[in-house]
């Protein structure tokens, strides 16, 4: 039963449409209804900003469902191909299937006749005309036959208009009679060769999504090996009847068969419980009896793979490996290598193919979930960062679904990749005359011979001075490393003004500076490039307090921005760790109101003795000015301030508990006397 909830909020209207899955016109009703009622204009411009936002909602929602129905629809169609013999069964499932996967009104399959030098409608689904059923295409003619003549997916938005291809009268009339406006076809490829077409149309003007392509096109050449697949087996069948006397050859030839269809079940049956491309490559290698191993496409011989590519086949590489491309709509996603085979049997061979066309369709789930997981923790992050009232609640839920906890301390960081082959730490020969250290206290010089931004500082664009295509490989190459590196650490990331943001948790123990500085390390060993990394202090609680996330990136980019001004790319440190020299290298940050950067630093540094001050009616910062005035004798102390040394030491031990032990130290005690100053002058300037 649904919560009964207050119409309040101008979001709430939406949330019970999201909810129960209303239609798109449903959310114009909110906003009609409070025109009605003469709400305030503030109260509309609410409304229609909750609706525009409920509605990309919605729209995402229907999206991944949609994702999701085809991939299932593409690995049912795996499962029933795997147990399909009958060449027309195969056929009109093959059809059946593609019309499914898009939703189109009509799908239909042609196949070449080299006898008759044309092609014919074998099998079609959703047609209602006899004389398009009919239709016979000479080569090159229509659609088809440019599909054909190229071996690559066309698509047409309007048949009738679309100049590209060879229209006939016999063609055209047909297509008419069925009411076919816009038609995709994909080639099914054996080999070189193109077999055949599969269509699918719709009766008025539709656009085929890329994905929608990629998906029918690894359909079509999945469909492609089980027509080849029928065939083989009818050929064998023929063969048993007619060659009795080949007995033998028939039995070895059957045992190869039966390990084909065993290595198809199992692979099928690997797909449906969610295994993986490894286990794909073992029960090969455990069918052939040989290895079997998975490359990555950086990995993969090259020669063989593009003569695999180009055969549509497996092919030998060496004098006792053969390589299967694994690839989809056009893209190289790797190979499988069998090894230790100097002589393949054809069927083996086929079976090898079949595990690499399995195994492609893995990668692509895979990726599919992957990318559907990243701009989930990308949009939740953006939201953290851009609306800071949202309803920690929800957030919550959010974060849960990502494994990720927001009521735990975590930290933000702000990374930028830096140009190839600039050096990256400060300290050593020829990189800086002396040492800085990332505490507030500079030892020498910090003018080393690292590359510094162009870009004022909170700029999180890369310093590359390359071509922007150089640039943009860069930044996706940190975006794909620091996606990762959230998802394993149950964190969040984004790309973000020109860099990546993350937001990840802090374990006990463990402090932003140290994890900025590994973040760092291992950013820049997977993106193969020097990152520069600047990390906030910790965020107790995201969730309850979620502003502090965007205060958190602010103090961040400047953080990122006082390494460059020091020299340090391709290093990690924490704002905190600056001190007033990062406030110095930094400044304010964009957008915030003059001071702001003066008064984070003065809150750091002696915000807790201002807070005692304020609630207790003391006087710890008068005594502090004196006591620092004095040359730090408390005797001198005593007298500007007309009271006895006993509380004047008092005073000091109370100071000691607020700021720590090391209060009196030389580098704290010249932030805290600066701390003074500023907050002297700032409260006299009304900050």
């Avoid at 009738?160 to 016999?170: L, V």
């Avoid at 690894?218 to 048993?240: Q, W």
């Avoid at 961040?556 to 440190?573: K, M, S």
Wanted: glycine share 10%; aromatic share 4%; net charge negative.
């Amino acid at each position: 039963m649904p919560v009964a909830m207050s119409d309040d909020r101008p979001e709430n209207p939406y949330l019970e449409l999201l909810a129960r899955g209303a239609p798109a016109e449903a959310y114009e009703r909110p906003v009609l209804r409070a025109r009605a009622d003469k709400a305030p204009a503030d109260r509309l411009a609410a409304l229609e900003a909750a609706k525009l936002l409920a509605l990309r909602v919605r729209g995402e929602l229907e999206g991944r469902r949609r994702r999701e129905a085809e991939l299932s629809a593409l690995f049912e169609t795996a499962h029933d191909l795997a147990g399909l013999r009958d060449l027309d069964a195969v056929l009109q499932a093959i059809v059946q299937r593609a019309r499914s996967l898009l939703g189109t009104e009509v799908a239909y399959l042609t196949l070449n006749d080299p006898t008759a030098g044309d092609t014919y409608m074998r099998v079609t689904d959703g047609s209602v005309s006899a004389r398009f059923q009919q239709l016979r295409l000479g080569m090159g003619e229509g659609l088809g036959g440019l599909v054909a003549q190229t071996a690559r997916p066309y698509v047409t938005e309007s048949y009738f208009h679309d100049p590209r291809f060879q229209h006939t009268h016999t063609i055209d009339a047909g297509v008419r009679d069925e009411g076919l406006v816009a038609i995709l076809g994909v080639p099914l490829l054996l080999g070189s060769g193109v077999i055949g077409v599969l269509f699918a149309a719709d009766r008025r003007a539709r656009v085929f999504e890329r994905e929608q392509i990629a998906l029918v096109g690894s359909f079509a050449a999945h469909a492609a090996v089980a027509i080849d697949t029928a065939h083989l087996l009818a050929e064998t069948r023929t063969a048993l009847a007619e060659l009795e006397a080949a007995n033998e050859i028939i039995r070895d030839r059957s045992r190869v068969i039966e390990r084909a269809s065993d290595v198809h079940d199992r692979l099928t049956e690997l797909v449906l419980r969610g295994g993986g491309v490894h286990d794909v490559a073992d029960a090969v290698a455990e069918v052939l009896s040989g290895s079997v191993e998975f490359l990555e496409a950086d990995e993969a011989p090259a020669a063989a793979v593009d003569r695999s590519r180009a055969d549509g086949h497996a092919v030998r590489d060496g004098g006792e490996d053969w390589v299967a491309a694994v690839s989809a709509g056009g893209e190289l996603l790797g190979a499988l290598v069998l090894r230790g085979h100097p002589r393949l049997d054809p069927v083996d061979q086929r079976t090898l193919e079949r595990a690499a066309m399995v195994t492609s369709l893995l990668q692509l789930a895979r990726r599919s979930a992957g990318e559907a997981e990243q701009r989930v923790r990308g949009e939740l992050l953006d939201d953290l960062l851009d609306a800071p009232d949202r309803e920690p609640r929800l957030l919550r839920e959010r974060a849960a679904r990502l494994q990720a906890d927001l009521d735990t301390p975590h930290v933000v960081l702000a990374a930028g990749i830096e140009a190839l082959g600039m050096g990256t730490p400060t300290t050593g020969p020829g990189n800086a005359h002396g040492t800085t250290h990332c505490h507030g206290t500079t030892h020498g010089t910090a003018h080393g011979h690292g590359t510094t931004p162009s870009t004022g500082p909170g700029n999180t664009s890369s310093t590359s001075g390359g071509a922007p295509a150089e640039d943009a490989a860069g930044r996706r190459r940190l975006w794909s490393a620091a996606s990762h590196l959230a998802a394993t650490r149950h964190g969040l990331a984004v790309a973000r003004d020109g860099g990546t943001v993350l937001l990840l948790p802090l374990a006990e123990g463990d402090t932003a500076d140290a994890l900025a500085r590994r973040t760092a390390r291992q950013l820049g060993t997977a993106a193969h490039a020097a990152v520069t990394v600047g990390a906030s202090a910790p965020v107790p609680a995201p969730a309850a307090r979620p502003g502090e996330v965007a205060a958190g990136y602010a103090e961040a980019r400047r953080c990122l921005a006082a390494l460059r001004v020091l020299g340090r790319a391709g290093q990690g440190a924490a704002a905190e760790d600056f001190g007033f020299l990062g406030l110095l290298l930094a400044g304010t940050r964009e957008g915030a109101p003059d001071g702001t950067g003066v008064q984070d630093f003065v809150a750091r540094t002696v915000g807790a003795v201002i807070d005692y001050d304020e609630r207790r009616g003391t006087e710890l910062i008068r005594t502090l000015d004196a006591y620092f005035a004095g040359g730090m004798s408390p005797a001198r102390t005593k007298d500007a301030l007309h009271v006895h040394v006993n509380t004047v030491a008092q005073r000091l031990e109370r100071v000691g508990r607020l700021l720590g032990p090391d209060w009196q130290s030389p580098a704290r005690s010249l932030e805290i006397q600066l701390a003074l100053r500023l907050h002297r002058l700032t409260s006299a300037m009304g900050y």
